[in-house]
């Protein structure tokens, strides 16, 4: 709740929310309930100074200290069992020398020669920054947005604390065009007020032609934020639109069919 601002409902066992430390951090308002549309809710961080002194003085040292996969497993036996540390381990991509950890990297030696670097990035610093979500469309990114940009891919999702190593004039958000994107591309303006998000000049045709349901296998929707539904951005308004009129969504690999045969 701390890093990310909010946890899905459907997250959280009955048992928890029965409890009476949950039933505090709801009535003291240091959380907050936001139902979704279609559906289900998230529960949303409402004070953050107050929860992290309830927290402090409501849990023991090492409930507080394990925050990686080898601390949980010595105190839960279970990788999972409390929220993880990011490692903010990155993929990058580019044609340019960037600095990682006060070390120049020859990026474009990495990426002719191998594809792409990986690193645990304490710091990273360049001009131009682009996000990718997914990793095939990661390796093929140059083919849609040019060489200007370095791309990264961020290992076990992207959250605050990877970008807060970044260093840059420019940031570029290439998401899938659904929910989730949105709501990363809101993530991402908390840290970077001036980033872009990337949208096809042709999106409307691209959607017609390969945007599919929104609904998961097991039939379930994708639901909206309260962030990205209250959005007044332009771009998040306009794909947030679609999504609601259709019940379908545009995946940013659509973007690299007409270089399937390259």
């Known amino acids: 709740m701390l890093e990310e601002e909010k946890i899905n409902s459907s997250s959280i066992s009955a048992s928890v929310k029965k409890s009476g430390d949950f039933k505090t951090l709801l009535n003291g308002k240091f959380i907050k309930y936001s139902q979704a549309i279609s559906g289900g809710g998230s529960y949303l961080l409402n004070d953050r100074e107050n929860l992290e002194r309830y927290f402090k003085s409501k849990f023991p040292k090492e409930l507080r200290d394990s925050y990686s996969a080898i601390g949980n497993i010595g105190t839960f036996r279970n990788t999972k069992a409390s929220k993880r540390t990011s490692q903010n381990v990155i993929l990058a ?40 979500e997914n990793l095939d469309s990661f390796l093929l990114a140059e083919k849609v947005i040019g ?55 042709n999106y ?17 929707e994708q639901n909206p934020t309260k962030e990205v539904k209250e959005s007044v951005d332009e ?18 690999q659509a973007l690299f069919v007409k270089f399937q045969n390259d």
């Not at 474009?108 to 594809?115: A, D, I, P, Y």
């Not at 840059?168 to 929910?179: C, H, Q, R």
């Open 147 to 201: 060489k200007d940009f370095v791309f990264i891919h961020t290992y076990g999702g992207l959250g605050k604390s990877v970008l807060n190593k970044f260093k840059t004039k420019n940031v570029l958000i290439f998401p899938d065009y659904d929910f989730k994107g949105l709501q990363n591309y809101l993530m991402v303006k908390k840290v970077f007020p001036d980033a872009k998000l990337f949208v096809p000049s």
């Open 204 to 220: 409307k045709e691209l959607f017609k032609m390969y945007s599919r349901t929104i609904r998961t296998k097991q039939g379930r």
């Open 93 to 132: 991509r580019g044609f340019k020398n960037i600095l990682i950890n006060s070390k120049v990297v020859e990026l474009e030696k990495f990426t002719n020669q191998f594809g792409t670097f990986s690193a645990q990035v304490n710091e990273l610093e360049t001009e131009r920054i682009c996000i990718v």
């Open 235 to 252: 771009n998040v308004i306009k794909i947030r639109t679609d999504i609601y009129k259709t019940k379908r969504f545009l995946e940013q």
